[in-house]
Structures are given as structure tokens and as C-alpha cells.
């Protein structure tokens, strides 16, 4: 048993971690109004230099340190030059989906060049241990510990003292002011960059020395982590991030003390949620502060729908219907399958990011309610699974709902942080809720698909059970869309404000759209279990959420035609020409990317 | 005293909005400082005052979307004060944004319908999960009631955007975001006329406008009072509020200086100080008002 010292010592070195990541974002938030969620990707590039630095080139600790914060210094500056400053004119939303398209281009090019297997980064530093009390500390402990405090000190006398600083401090304040008192601001932007990717690589290189492992895919935790000591700290506030960061360390230190390692996440995610909605501008914020205006705005861009022929819609229709009798081919029918089923997703979101405004970052939740809702109710009590397909819907609509209620005051990115951490908490929930869920292993067997008492095993059958499905809930969308409901809802989008002052709550709008919209996940998520028969936690993955908001802005955000065009095109069209899995998450980021700069009104235009 | 016969006709009409005390600070800073305002059923008010005397925070304040810091709000016998934005608005009050708040991507004749959104019979039940659900499955169903409902609105919006002439009906399908701003500020206040307000409070409804479409909307207000509707009214042009107002409420740094007639405010010397300047620059500048760039407000003021 470590001692209450040793659990103190870790959650304060993990908190210095935290903390170079929470920085960053900071800084970064400051001057641009952006949550930059490719910082744990510049964390992942910073742990591989490191292991290149020492395990390739043997170079000694000052060296590698010099080296990373070089590279992702420089990585920094081209993805401000590239990835953001083109976007700056853009919705708020839009950089913000530009660094999420970032950030899986950069990690799946490091898989790809190293592999996806976990390496482990030589400690250079030797391991002495001080013996204090009942605990001890050990010299790596104490040089992390140095590190977090030098660059701290570094980053205040910057801000402080310097003609730069000065810059930065008064671009964080108003960035037009600043502009017209001829500040560089591209500049400005450029060095906030800068210092944060490097802040960021060298939390990446003392991570992978202290748990002495590093792997391609630990980014996107570093991302929600730095998020979540930010949030604490208060969006954009540098000293609140670094007492943020500490805090979070020492919760998660004491919780995984308390109940055990596999909750170090959960109590992350459960202290974000809290925060957002009982003091949405951080811990250290004053009274009664107005949220920030720039949070706010929707990725509708104005546009003119483009409105499809009822009878190419038809057309299109019969002639998916006929596939099946015109092809041998099967896989294609089950990427087809498949697509049918993403759509439903697509549908989904596109009704709650598009039409409602609320870009939710966590929807794979929905679809994991539904599909272990649905296979947990078919494999224990053997119910029909037409039933529950349908319990798995209304499941996911009213959970999930419920789950993302506490959300609904919230606006902007707020609402996709929030949704992000819901979204984290309801896999933790299934990963450890073992007397239930089966936590890892998850639920193999799954009964098959049926329908009127008879299995579907025939991959046909199954295709046109999820295109009815699909198509039915689809048609059922566009009658919403044509009601009354539909102009509420895209009133609550335009402008929030301004729908309360004529009545309109939001809480009512904003869980309907959830509600409805998470049905659709849910039957997809359900269908899709039967259909693979196996599921675990890792099944309906963050990766799918993104997927399915590149989905909706690909078709044309809020557009039902759009999303099952979304869905055919990059579902259908990687699987068609077989590109490799590893590649097609890259193909995911660069479709989004070049979306949200060169289309942001998408194929079919937003509604 | 006998109670035989009460004649509630002797007594001075209850106003239908009346606000004590107001007080809304922003950190050191007081916005509005102890104002009280009250409006009767059919009259027009005015507030005017210079740019930052806290009239758009009084509107604020009293629409719901801030909270006073002290004071209270009464509506049509209900205690406001307080409240969120969609109670105030199921209290009978509807109002009009300082720099515009259309919804942009919806068509004129759809924002224009969102201004009808409480009077929607689907709308009507708050329970808790039954009333969404219900009202989730009538948008879905529509029965021939709702169809009907529907169809009536519509008609109605055409009525409501023909106040306008020609300006918005050959628009009534277009976005919001394209039409030019006086046309957007059209567009809210026919959005307000649709949830048929108690009373309507209009933010500057004017700002932006030329003198023929000011004229134009000086002309739609009269209208509107004359079928008496009851409208609270920020306004910087002068002459308007002079030609429209029952009553002119002046406010000057978060307090109230005068208020009256028309023709009883814009004589009064606390008004016109607060337009011309206060302390030793009014002082100083005096002698060469008539000539000076201030001379431009006081001389509307005595036209």
C-alpha cells in the first residue's frame, strides 16, 4: 500500500504535466477564442522525438529537451499557419473542428511511421529516491517538478516583461484593439503557438520517461485532460490552468487511491462536468460573469440548400432497393450495410449539430446505449430483437437525454467539451460497470436480427432491413423538419437569445432534438450489435463521433438528404476502394479539414 | 367610506408595467441606478438619453434576459423581477433587439412565425417529458387541427408583414441574412406584432434607417397605438419621440432626470445639459454652442 505522501507526489507530478498541456491551451485560447484539440497530438509528436532523440540518436537529456521544443515549436507554427489563420474569419466552430481533423492526421501519421505498438522511452535520469516520511521522491519526480516550475516562471517573465508579451496579453484582451494599435496578430498568434506545442512536446517526453511507455493514440487523453484542468482553471486563464492542472492531478491521484486505477478517467470527466455546469467560467471566476460572446456561434454557414428532385430521390431509392438483385457482390452490400447504418448516425447528429446548433462531440454514446441496451436485453431475457431494437432507440434517446441535460445551458464550444466528457463517461461507465456491461470483454453472442420470428443471417435481408430503417426514419426526419418543431429548432440555433425572449425554452427544444435524434443513434448502435453480434467498450469509440460530424458537414449540416450522402461517400467510398484502416482515419482527418476550410456549407448545402 | 358601490373607473388605471428601484451594476460600474418606469395599458413611452444612460440595460432588465441587482419588475400583476425571458414572454411582453436579432437562416414568413411560437396550441402543455412528447407527436401527426392552425398563422403573417407595404411581402420566402438591415429590423418587429403583445418594447427601430424609411416607421408606430397597442419605445431621434410619445422618461447615467410630457422634457434644463455636456466642458463650451459640433442635438430639442 503507497503511502497518502507517494499518492500526493504523483498526483502533484501528473498535475505538472496536466499543467504543461493546460498552458498551452490557455495561451492558445487567449489570443485566438479556440480549444485547440490537436494540442495532444503535438504532445504525441513531442514523446516520439523524445524516444527518436534518445533511443536513436542517444542523445543526453538537455539535447533531446532542445530538440523537442524545437520540432514542436516549429509543428505549432505550421499548424497556426495552415490549419487556423486560413479559418480566422470563419464560425467560431470552425478552427475548432479544423485542430480535431488536425489531430488525427498527426497521430495516424505517427502510427503509420512507428507503429501502433507501445514503445518504451529510456529514462535518462538515474533513479534515485529520496526517502521522506512514509513515501519518497525520486529525481525524475523532482526534475518534472523543476521543469513545470521553470517553464512556469519562464512564461510569466515572457508575459510580463517583454515587448511579446506585452503583445500576446493585450491580443488575449481585444484582439481588434490590438490589431488597430499595430500589434502583429498573425505574429502574436504564431509565437502563442509556438510556445504552447513546445510546452506541450516536453510534457509529451517527461510523460513517456516517468510511465516509461508511450503509444500513438495517448493524444487524444492528453487533449481531454488538458481540457479538463483548463475548464477547472477557467477557458483561457493561464495561472487558473496551472492550479486547474495540480487539482485534477491530485483528484485523479487520490481517486485511483480511493477505487482503483481503471477510474482515473472518470473522476476527470465527472470533475469537468461539474465544473461546466456549476461554474462554467472556471473555479476562479468572478460573480455572475456574462458567458464570453465569442463562444458562441453556430457552423451553419449561410447557403442555399440545394433541393433534390422528388424523382431522383425515388430514383435513387429503387435503385438501392434493387441492388441486392443486381449484384453478386457482397461485401459491397455490406459496406452498403454499413453505410445505411452510419447515415442513421448522421441523420441523428445532423438534426442536433445542424439543425439545433449543438455540435455534440460525444454521440457514439448513443449509439453504445442502444447497442448494449438492445444486447443486453436480447442475450439475458431472450426478448425478441425487433423489440429490442426498439427499447435500444427509445434507451439512447432517454438516457442519453438525461445524461446531456446538465448541458443544455451551456452554449458554443462548451456544449461540444461537455458533450466530449459525457461521451468519455458513459464508456468508463461501461468499462467498469462489469456486473452488467462485462466491462472489457464485452457481450459476444449477441442474437442475430429477426424479424416476424425469423433470423436474418442472409447479408441481402440484412441490407434491406437497414434501409428500410433507415430510409422510414429519414422520411420521419424531413416531416419533423417541415413542422413547426423544425423552425423552432433552427431558431434556437440562430440565436438562443433571441428564441427565449419569444418563448422558447431551451431545455424543452434542445432535449427534444436530443431525444429524437438519439433514438436514431440508439437503433443504429442496436442494429449494429446484432449485426456483429459482439460489442465492448472500445466498439462505438470517440474516433465514431467524429466520423459522424464529419458525416453531417460533409452532407451539409443539417440536411437529411445530406447525411446519407455523408455517409455513402465516406463510408462507402474508403470501403470500396479498400483503403486500409489505418489510412482511412487519416482520409477522415483530411476530409474534415478541407471541409471546413473549402466547404463548410458541404455537399448539399445547410439547411 | 362605503363599499357599496366600488368604481374601479374612478380609480387611476393600475399600470401594466411598473418598475421600482432598478439597479444593475457591471463590476464598479452602475448601468442603471435606482430607476423606476411604469407604463399603462395604451400609452406610449419613451426613454431617451445619451449613448451608455443604461436604457438598453433597462430593457434587458426588464425583457428577463439580465437579472437586477435590486429593484422589482411588475407585469400585468405578476412579479416579474427577475424571471427568465420565456416566462416574461408568456407574461404578454415581446420586444426588439438594439443591433438586430433575426434569425438568420430562417425565411422571413418562419421568423416571423417563431414570433407566433407561444400561441401554438402543441406549445401550450409545460409538463415535464408529457408536454415535449406530446407536442414532439402532433408536429409528426399533424391533424387537421394543427394543419388548420398552421395555415391560419400563415395567413396571419401576411397581414402582419403587409404593415410594411411592399418591403418584406415580395421577401416573405427568403433567408433573414439577406435582407438589408432596415429590413431585418422590420422583420423583428413584425416578429414581435405575431405573439401579440401586452406590451411591445422597440429598441431603437429606426437605427440605420434613412429619412423616408424613418418616416416611414414613424407612420407604422402611430398605427400601432392608434389601434392601441401598448409600446415602450428607445429612441435617439428626437423629433419622432417628440411626435409619438405620451410620455418621455431621460435617463443620464444609469439615472432618471426628467420625465413628462414631450413638450414639458424637452424644455427641461437637466435634458439639456445631459445632451450637451456636462460640468466645466458644457460650461466651457456655452458661449460657443450655437456654433459648436454639440449645437446639433439642443437645436432639435427646441424645434
Known amino acids: ?607 | 367610506m362605503t363599499a357599496s358601490f366600488p368604481l374601479p373607473t374612478t380609480e387611476a388605471p393600475r399600470p401594466l408595467l411598473e418598475a421600482r428601484g432598478l439597479v444593475r451594476r457591471f463590476g464598479g460600474l452602475t448601468a442603471v441606478g435606482g430607476v423606476d418606469l411604469s407604463i399603462s395599458q395604451g400609452e406610449l413611452v419613451s426613454v431617451i438619453g445619451p449613448n451608455g444612460a443604461g436604457k438598453t440595460t433597462a430593457f434587458n432588465l426588464i425583457s428577463g434576459l439580465d437579472r437586477p441587482d435590486e429593484g422589482s419588475i411588475r407585469f400585468d400583476d405578476i412579479d416579474i423581477t427577475g424571471r427568465s425571458p420565456e416566462a416574461v414572454h408568456a407574461a404578454g411582453l415581446s420586444r426588439t433587439f438594439q443591433h438586430g436579432r433575426v434569425f438568420a437562416n430562417l425565411s422571413v414568413a418562419d421568423n416571423v412565425l417563431v414570433g407566433a411560437h407561444r400561441r401554438l396550441k402543441a406549445v401550450k402543455p409545460a409538463w415535464p417529458i408529457i408536454g415535449p412528447v406530446a407536442e414532439l407527436a402532433l408536429a409528426l401527426i399533424r391533424p387537421p387541427s394543427v394543419k388548420a392552425e398552421e395555415a391560419a398563422l400563415r395567413e396571419e403573417v401576411r397581414e402582419i408583414l403587409a404593415i410594411f407595404g411592399e418591403r418584406l411581402l415580395p421577401r416573405i420566402d427568403q433567408p433573414a441574412y439577406s435582407l438589408s438591415y432596415a429590413n431585418r429590423r422590420r422583420v423583428e418587429i413584425a416578429r414581435a406584432l405575431a405573439s401579440r403583445p401586452k406590451l411591445l418594447l422597440l429598441d431603437e427601430p429606426t437605427a440605420g434607417m434613412n429619412q423616408t424609411e424613418t418616416a416611414e416607421m414613424l407612420e407604422i408606430i402611430a398605427d400601432l397605438k392608434a389601434r392601441g397597442q401598448t409600446i415602450l419605445l428607445i429612441e435617439h431621434k428626437l423629433d419622432m419621440v417628440m411626435r409619438l410619445s405620451d410620455r418621455v422618461i431621460v435617463l443620464d447615467d444609469g439615472k432618471k432626470i426628467a420625465e413628462g410630457a414631450p413638450l414639458v422634457v424637452r424644455n427641461d434644463p437637466a435634458v439639456i445639459e445631459a445632451y450637451l455636456g456636462h460640468g466645466g466642458v458644457g460650461a466651457a463650451a456655452d458661449p460657443a454652442a450655437p456654433a459648436g459640433p454639440a449645437s446639433d442635438q439642443p437645436v432639435r430639442l427646441s424645434a
Request: charged residues 10%; positive net charge; glycine residues 12%.
Open chain 1, 1 to 607: 500500500m503507497t503511502s497518502w505522501f507517494d499518492h500526493t507526489i504523483n498526483g502533484l507530478i501528473i498535475g505538472n504535466i496536466y499543467g504543461l498541456l493546460a498552458v498551452g491551451l490557455a495561451l492558445i485560447f487567449g489570443v485566438s477564442r479556440l480549444i485547440n484539440f490537436a494540442h495532444g497530438s503535438v504532445y504525441v509528436v513531442g514523446a516520439y522525438v523524445g524516444w527518436v532523440a534518445v533511443s536513436v540518436l542517444q542523445t543526453p537529456f538537455p539535447v533531446t529537451l532542445v530538440l523537442v521544443v524545437a520540432l514542436t515549436a516549429a509543428l505549432g507554427i505550421v499548424i497556426e499557419r495552415f490549419g487556423i489563420r486560413p479559418l480566422a474569419d470563419a464560425p467560431r466552430i470552425a478552427p475548432l473542428l479544423a485542430t480535431i481533423g488536425l489531430s488525427f492526421v498527426l497521430d495516424q501519421t505517427v502510427q503509420i511511421l512507428f507503429s501502433p505498438d507501445p514503445r518504451s522511452v529510456p529514462m535518462q535520469v538515474p533513479n534515485w529516491r529520496i526517502e521522506i516520511g512514509g513515501g519518497s521522491i525520486g529525481l525524475l519526480d523532482l526534475l518534472i517538478g523543476g521543469i513545470g516550475i521553470t517553464a512556469a516562471a519562464s512564461l510569466f517573465a515572457f508575459l510580463k516583461l517583454t515587448k511579446w508579451g506585452w503583445a500576446v496579453r493585450a491580443t488575449a484582451l481585444d484582439r481588434d484593439a490590438a490589431r488597430a494599435m499595430g500589434v502583429d496578430v498573425d505574429k502574436v498568434n504564431r509565437i502563442v503557438f509556438a510556445i504552447a506545442s513546445a510546452l506541450g512536446g516536453v510534457g509529451g517526453v517527461l510523460v513517456g520517461m516517468y510511465y516509461n511507455v508511450i503509444t500513438p493514440t495517448m493524444g487524444f487523453e492528453a487533449t481531454l485532460k488538458g481540457i479538463v484542468a483548463e475548464v477547472v482553471g477557467g477557458v483561457g486563464n493561464v495561472p487558473g490552468a496551472i492550479v486547474g492542472s495540480l487539482l485534477l492531478g491530485l483528484v485523479e491521484s487520490y481517486g485511483v487511491a480511493l477505487l482503483g486505477t481503471s477510474y482515473r478517467n472518470l473522476f476527470a470527466f465527472v470533475l469537468l462536468i461539474a465544473i461546466l455546469v456549476l461554474r462554467p467560467n472556471g473555479l476562479f471566476a468572478s460573480h455572475r460573469q456574462l458567458p464570453p460572446e465569442p463562444m458562441t456561434g453556430t457552423f451553419v454557414a449561410p447557403s442555399k440548400p440545394v433541393r433534390l428532385p422528388v424523382p431522383l430521390v425515388a430514383a435513387a431509392a429503387a435503385l438501392a432497393i434493387a441492388l441486392p438483385f443486381l449484384t453478386e457482390n457482397g461485401y459491397l452490400i455490406q459496406t452498403l450495410t454499413n453505410a445505411w447504418l452510419y447515415a442513421l448516425l448522421g441523420l441523428s447528429l445532423t438534426l442536433v449539430a445542424g439543425t439545433s446548433g449543438q455540435v455534440s462531440l460525444g454521440h457514439a454514446a448513443l449509439l453504445a446505449i442502444g447497442g448494449y441496451t438492445s444486447a443486453l436485453l436480447a442475450f439475458n431475457l431472450n426478448w425478441p430483437v425487433w423489440l429490442t431494437l426498439l427499447i435500444g432507440g427509445f434507451a439512447a434517446a432517454g438516457i442519453g437525454t438525461l445524461l446531456v441535460s446538465p448541458a443544455f445551458r451551456l452554449r458554443g464550444h462548451y456544449v461540444s467539451i461537455a458533450t466530449l466528457g459525457i461521451g468519455e463517461i458513459v464508456a468508463l461507465v461501461i468499462l467498469n460497470w462489469e456486473s452488467v456491461t462485462r466491462g472489457p470483454i464485452g457481450v459476444a453472442g449477441i442474437p442475430p436480427l429477426s424479424l416476424f420470428g425469423y433470423d436474418l443471417y442472409d447479408t441481402n435481408a440484412i441490407y434491406w432491413f437497414a434501409f428500410a430503417l433507415m430510409a422510414a426514419l429519414a422520411l420521419l426526419q424531413v416531416r419533423l423538419l417541415g413542422s413547426h418543431l423544425g423552425r423552432t429548432l433552427r431558431a434556437v440555433r440562430d440565436d438562443d437569445v433571441a428564441a427565449r425572449s419569444f418563448g422558447i425554452g431551451l431545455k424543452r427544444y434542445k432535449g427534444l432534438a436530443f431525444a429524437f435524434g438519439g433514438f436514431f443513434a440508439g437503433i443504429s448502435g442496436a442494429f449494429t450489435a446484432h449485426m456483429y453480434s459482439f460489442i465492448n467498450h472500445e466498439t462505438f469509440n470517440t474516433q465514431i463521433s467524429v466520423l459522424a460530424l464529419t458525416i453531417a458537414i460533409l452532407g451539409g449540416m443539417g440536411n437529411v438528404g445530406g447525411a446519407i450522402l455523408g455517409s455513402v461517400a465516406l463510408i462507402g467510398l474508403p470501403e470500396i476502394f479498400r483503403v486500409a484502416a489505418e489510412y482511412r482515419i487519416l482520409l477522415y482527418g483530411i476530409a474534415l479539414l478541407l471541409l471546413v476550410r473549402f466547404r463548410p456549407q458541404g455537399l448539399l448545402g445547410t439547411v
